[in-house]
Structure formats: C-alpha cells, structure tokens
C-alpha cells in the first residue's frame, strides 16, 4: 500500500513569492493534517480535514495561508506571499476516521527555504 | 506554551543497553500517548501507544510507561540497536481535540555500536 505522498519535497523560493504544496493521502483515509514543523520543534498542526471540510483551521495564518481539499482525496496547501519565517518542513498526514483514536500516517514533507 | 515537553534534545547510548526517553505533559485532558520515530528527510512514523487507563503498554523491545498523576511518560527501548538511531516525538491527544495531536520538540537518540 502506498504511503502518504508529497510534493514537490524541496522548494527554495525568494520572500513575497508564492509557494505550493501537495498532498495526496493514503487511499481510503477520510481525515488529512497539515503540520509545519520548524528546526528543533516537533509539528504544528496548521489544519485539519474531514473528507473536503477544514474542521480545525484555528492555527492556520488565514492571511498568507490557505488549504483546500476537493473531493475529499488531494490536498494543497497555498503560501502567498512567503516571509523568512516561513522556512520549514510542511508535512501532511492521514488516517482512517475520527471514531477512537487513529495512528496518523505522515508523509516525508516539504522543506520550504524563503530567502 | 509548549504542553508536551520533551527537556532532553539528546542521547547517547550503547548498543545493547537500554535506552530511556522522557515526555512530560501540562493538559489533565490528554487521555492517549504515542511515540514517534522520525529519520533524517523522512516524516515521522508511529511507533508505540499507551492510553490514559494503562499504564503500561509493551510492543518488541519497546515498552511505553505512564504517570498520570506525574504527566509523565517514557519510552523504553532494550536492547538498544544502531538502527534505532534516530529523533523521537513525544504526542499526546485528548477527546476534545478528535485526534489532533499535539508533539514535543523531539530527542534525538544515537545508539553506539
């Protein structure tokens, strides 16, 4: 079974520049995260999806930032215009359900450098 | 404010001994534990889980322990193998938050042949 898949896994962009990331979620699994992950840090939830609705959007920067997941299967994740700080890793992970507690599958992420 | 916490950036340990990590917790909602093992340009990967009506949970060489009345859990690994040589999370989830988890800053374990 394939894992979750990222894209691209490295993007260097220049401040004020758009940025993109995809994700497309292990077959099957109803629920996505995104989570940014700073150096030395462990991840941050940014958003969370319930088939194609954003449930828990509160830690995501809604002025630069913004996610969208159609049909319920791929996701991105938008950055417009980047700032330095935004240079981090961006994983996104999966899993079945949101009865009990589900393992959550993550990707291998996306390194961002702003310069 | 960081509500799991993992004060130990780092350790070394031999091959074949037991290797002991720690994670400390603030929110009394936090009902299940995981751990995660994380590779250099990989994401993190599930390793081990303990719910707050256990306090103790056994997987292979690895063994989750909780405190609760501590907020305390560690994650012990014995014996200790080269390739577990890796940074390892610390997450805790609660009812209210549906499966959000929230990590740690990580311990980053060498174990030395």
């Known amino acids: 079974e394939a894992g979750v898949v990222q894209s691209p896994r490295y993007k260097i962009i220049e401040k004020k520049q758009p940025v993109a990331f995809w994700c497309n979620p292990i077959?099957?699994?109803?629920?996505l995260y995104w989570y940014r992950q700073n150096l030395g840090q462990g991840p941050e939830l940014l958003i969370r999806?319930?088939?194609?609705?954003?449930?828990?959007d509160s830690q995501l920067p809604k002025d630069r930032f913004s996610a969208e997941r159609l049909k319920g299967v791929d996701s991105t994740l938008k950055i417009q215009p980047a700032e330095l700080g935004d240079s981090a890793v961006y994983l996104c992970?999966?899993?079945?359900?949101?009865?009990?507690?589900?393992?959550?599958?993550f990707g291998p992420g996306t390194r961002l450098t702003v310069l | 404010d960081q509500q799991v916490k993992q004060n130990s950036p780092s350790l070394s340990v031999q091959e074949g001994r037991i290797s002991i990590l720690n994670c400390d917790y603030t929110?009394?909602?936090?009902?299940?534990f995981l751990w995660y093992k994380k590779y250099p340009a990989e994401g993190p990967t599930f390793l081990i889980s303990?719910?707050?009506?256990?306090d103790k949970n056994e997987d292979g060489r690895f063994t989750v322990f909780l405190n609760k009345s501590a907020k305390h859990l560690s994650l012990h690994i014995v014996p200790s193998q080269p390739g577990d040589s890796a940074v390892y999370f610390c997450?805790?989830?609660?009812?209210?938050?549906?499966?959000?988890?929230?990590f740690g800053t990580g311990t980053r374990l060498t174990v030395i042949p």
């Open positions: 997450a805790a989830s609660g009812l209210t938050g549906a499966n959000n988890l929230f």
């Open positions: 992970a999966s899993s079945p359900g949101t009865s009990g507690y589900n393992e959550q599958f």
């Open positions: 077959s099957g699994h109803n629920t």
């Open positions: 999806y319930e088939n194609e609705e954003a449930v828990d």
């Open positions: 303990i719910s707050s009506i256990k």
């Open positions: 929110n009394s909602m936090f009902d299940y």
